[in-house]
Antibody, heavy 121, light 113 residues
Framework: EVQLAQSGAEVKKPGESLKISCKAS????????IGWVRQMPGKGLEWMGI????????RYSPSFQGQVTISADKSTGTAYLQWSSLRASDTAIYYC??????????????WGQGTLVTVSS | QSELTQPPSVSGAPGQRVTISCTGS?????????VNWYQQLPGRAPKLLIY???YRPSGVPVRFSGSKSGTAASLVITGLQAEDEADYYC?????????????FGSGTRVIVL
């Protein structure tokens, strides 16, 4: 069974750094793109970026370029999303998601349970 | 700013038919990219509902259907049920973005009266 298990909720102060994780199981981690999606309180889904663990090819959506870092560790089957300096506006639920490989419009077929990040002084 | 526009909400009584539109442009849906749809129940992670415009994954009820024409797509719920009350998002890709980076619609809340 394909599963994406995300790390637990975090409470941080502005300016602090953070790295959250998404551990994949049930499939060959290196062979599928893994994306990150933000959902701010009461708002819609926003595509942040995506990584191909096989070669660490990483693409960022324009709004998130330079704001976060996406990485992956093939040896542990884990993808990461990190911030070097959090802001209150980073408060949101973050989902990791697996992209299928069927073509240029492939769907997200598996989602993590979400990680709530709260940034407050 | 979402590049795929959806109505903020639609409503219907149980048993009725509701349609959710997803309006794009010549750089996304109009460029030939297919559309996927997701359902997000309150407090839950999104779930794939429709892929490649009109295909249902295993386990998705037949009352959900999708279509695409020109620069827009639609999700139809035929025979609305109480458990369909949720947020629905279309998703596609855009030639102005790097490959494999998708874009979501603004989201539509379905209210069952």
């Amino acid at each position: 069974e394909v599963q994406l298990a995300q790390s637990g909720a975090e409470v941080k102060k502005p300016g602090e750094s953070l790295k959250i994780s998404c551990k994949a199981s049930g499939y060959i981690f290196s062979n599928y793109w893994i994306g990150w999606v933000r959902q701010m309180p009461g708002k819609g889904l926003e595509w942040m970026g995506i990584i191909y663990p096989g070669d660490s090819d990483t693409r960022y959506s324009p709004s998130f370029q330079g704001q976060v870092t996406i990485s992956a560790d093939k040896s542990t089957g884990t993808a990461y999303l990190q911030w070097s300096s959090l802001r209150a506006s980073d408060t949101a639920i973050y989902y990791c998601a697996r992209r299928q490989n069927r073509g240029r419009s492939s769907e997200i077929d598996q989602w993590g349970q979400g990680t709530l990040v709260t940034v407050s002084s | 700013q979402s590049e795929l526009t959806q109505p903020p909400s639609v409503s219907g009584a149980p048993g009725q038919r509701v349609t959710i539109s997803c309006t794009g442009s010549s750089s996304n849906i109009g460029a030939g990219y297919d559309v996927n749809w997701y359902q997000q129940l309150p407090g839950r992670a999104p779930k794939l509902l429709i892929y490649d415009n009109n295909y249902r994954p295993s386990g998705v009820p037949v009352r959900f259907s999708g279509s695409k024409s020109g620069t827009a797509a639609s999700l139809v719920i035929t025979g609305l049920q109480a458990e369909d009350e949720a947020d629905y998002y279309c998703q596609s890709y855009d030639s102005n973005l790097s490959a494999f980076n998708g874009v979501f619609g603004s989201g539509t809340r379905v209210i069952v009266l």
